[in-house]
């Protein structure tokens, strides 16, 4: 270990607290660079759980949609996600409102959006066929080098200004490098309570995702290889889908204090119902949980000789988690070999990152107000339909809406960047235009009904 | 295809990048092969073969020409885009994504240079 130097050099150890996503990726990103450098470093990854087990156990509880941006990135890195992992490609995206359905393909009819499981699947699977993603990403790390620690870790300590990691029943151990990775759910946000650096824990919201066994035949007929999305007047849902894995579908929830009434009345409407068998029996279910996603990022996600990356930094708002895990990951990774690790490095070289992540976040809270008022007023929901149903119609016209909705719920593109397309003049005279059209329509319901046939 | 499939599947001898077409994509071969050929008046010349990991096409992303070679698929391959606008994107943010693109630019170069050498020193016993 290096002594007093804020650079890491050859022997130089880090110690990364989580082996999720985040944490995997920063390691086999720092690994990778070092290597280009010429530095060899060893890599700790603390992480108790066994992504072998199925249940809560094994798993980090998310929705497992890897964003289209994201599965190509990860293809430009070198990690092309294997079909052991992916457990359904998705190439469309299916909206359901009260006024009708319309399927948005994906614009290259190619299947670039992946549905996994972070475990091996839920409690009560019969039969292991996919691989954990985040065990996936996990091996990754550890064939490029690093060594992972089956243990919680315990305390975290600060000696002669370097990070000591220590579990229960361990000697702490130091290191040049403490990177965290531990999301949002982990109690072990408190190991950092009383160390000397201004880390705020991110504000957070609960969420619900619930598992139900279909089988694959059975998804495969009512589902698709579609993401299905709903735009609902319920009150206090922001955002709601149902994503088709392998034998189960994965139902996510997002809002204000989700509870059980709020879930009763989405199971309940028709939109949710068609998705499933007839009569479908909701109790029917295997598992569920109400995780804690990060809705406003660490002030100061970073200081001397530590970094927080992922859920525990900065994430993008309701979508592409993995996304902004993974970009997060690897600034703090770049930042370390390239420039070092102390506070001022990560303030000028990681930060920004987080920055334009939490900038980017803004502009997504007023997107989705303009969709709470849109998922409130039925006139507008027909002439977003319609719009959307036309433009799916006719191929050779440019699909705006299309494009925002796609890229609203994918989490593919900026917030900025999709704002910046519905300033288009054109796109607001043809929204405009068609919910006129469905407004003083005798049958305002075409467009719905286009779309649904 | 299988459930968990990413990308789209060609068929042997599917066409995925017709020479003089425009390009704005690379691809990256998730699974079987592919062939590049150089197609000159009514010849073909086979320039190598890619396999599962490898890019092609990704001259596309760096300049503004038309595509140099037709890529044909070798029995059944399944092949993943990856958009210019999307890449470029994340290597303004990122630079070193591209390090990787790079690396294989410079390795293609590298065999190129071999390929020069091993035809040059054929020339004189042509003579």
Request: proline share 4%; net charge negative; glycine share 8%.
């Amino acid at each position: 270990m290096t002594q007093d130097s804020m650079q890491l050099d050859d022997g130089s150890r880090i110690g990364v607290i989580g082996g999720g996503p985040a944490g995997s990726l920063f390691s086999i990103f720092v690994l990778d660079m070092a290597q280009r450098m010429g530095v060899n470093l060893q890599v700790d990854i603390y992480e108790p759980r066994d992504y072998s087990k199925p249940g809560p156990i094994g798993c980090n509880m998310c929705g497992g949609i890897i964003s289209e941006s994201l599965v190509q990135n990860l293809a430009a890195e070198g990690i092309n996600l294997p079909t052991s992992v992916v457990q359904r490609g998705i190439d469309s995206y299916m909206l359901h409102m009260d006024v009708g359905d319309v399927q948005i393909d994906t614009p290259l009819q190619e299947k670039r959006i992946g549905a996994v499981y972070r475990g091996p699947g839920p409690r009560d699977i019969k039969e292991i066929k996919w691989g954990s993603f985040d065990g996936y990403l996990l091996d990754l790390a550890v064939q490029r080098g690093a060594n992972v620690i089956q243990e919680r870790v315990d305390e975290i300590l600060w000696t002669n200004n370097h990070p000591e990691i220590k579990v229960r029943k361990g000697d702490p151990l130091p290191y040049d490098l403490a990177t965290v990775a531990i999301g949002v759910n982990a109690a072990a946000r408190k190991l950092f309570n009383h160390l000397d650096i201004t880390y705020e824990t991110p504000k957070t919201t609960k969420t619900f995702i619930q598992e139900f066994y279909l089988g694959e035949e059975k998804i495969a007929e009512i589902l698709g290889s579609s993401m299905h999305v709903f735009l609902l007047d319920i009150p206090r849902l922001e955002f709601a889908a149902i994503i088709p894995k392998g034998d189960y579908v994965s139902v996510c929830l997002l809002g204000e204090d989700i509870d059980k009434e709020l879930v009763t009345n989405f199971m309940e409407t028709p939109q949710v119902r068609s998705c499933f068998p007839i009569n479908w029996d909701f109790e029917c279910k295997s598992c569920n949980c109400s995780p804690r996603i990060n809705i406003a990022g660490s002030k100061r996600p970073y200081g001397d000789r530590i970094v927080f990356i992922g859920d525990s930094g900065v994430t993008r708002l309701y979508k592409d988690g993995i996304g902004a895990a993974y970009r997060t990951a690897k600034s703090a990774a770049t930042t370390s070999v390239l420039h070092g690790v102390s506070a001022d490095d990560f303030e000028k070289h990681y930060y920004p990152t987080c920055r334009k992540i939490e900038n980017d976040n803004s502009i997504g809270k007023m997107m989705f107000i303009v969709t709470r008022q849109i998922q409130k007023r039925q006139f507008a929901r027909r002439g977003v339909l319609k719009m959307t149903a036309d433009e799916q119609t006719d191929k050779e016209s440019i699909p705006r809406m299309s494009m925002v909705l796609w890229d609203m719920f994918t989490g593919s593109a900026p917030y900025k960047d999709i704002f910046i397309r519905t300033l288009n003049p054109l796109f607001w005279s043809r929204l405009l235009l068609n919910i006129g059209t469905t407004s003083f329509s005798r049958n305002g319901g075409s467009g719905s009904q286009l779309a649904s046939e | 295809m299988a459930l968990g499939e990413l990308g789209k599947t060609y068929e042997d001898g599917q066409i995925i990048i017709h020479q003089g077409d425009e390009g704005n994509c690379m691809y990256v071969i998730q699974e079987g092969q592919v062939e590049i050929i150089l197609e000159n008046e009514d010849q073909e010349i086979k320039l190598g073969v890619r396999g599962k990991g490898e890019f092609i096409g990704e001259m596309a992303i760096f300049d503004r020409d038309v595509r140099s070679a037709t890529v044909r698929s070798m029995g059944r391959s399944r092949i993943l885009t990856v958009d210019k606008k999307n890449f470029m994107r994340r290597v303004h943010e990122d630079p070193s994504l591209a390090f990787r693109l790079v690396e294989v630019m410079s390795h293609r170069i590298r065999e190129l240079g071999e390929e020069v050498t091993r035809l040059q020193q054929l020339l004189p016993e042509a003579d």
